[in-house]
């Protein structure tokens, strides 16, 4: 799944991928993805 909207995609995936510029950034299970602190800021839109 393609999806802007990172949190919600991320609610239906067992595993997500970060791309930045272009090129995988970084990959894991959703569940780490969303309780990384430098996602949350830079592509969750948390402070």
């Known amino acids: 799944m393609v999806e802007?909207?990172?949190r919600m995609a991320l609610e239906f995936a067992?595993?997500?991928y970060v791309f930045k510029t272009g090129k995988i950034f970084l990959e894991d299970e959703t569940e780490n993805l969303l309780e990384?602190?430098?996602i949350?800021?830079?592509f969750l839109g948390e402070r």
């Open 14 to 16: 067992d595993r997500g």
């Open 36 to 38: 990384n602190e430098e």
């Open 4 to 6: 802007q909207n990172a």
């Open 40 to 42: 949350k800021k830079a």
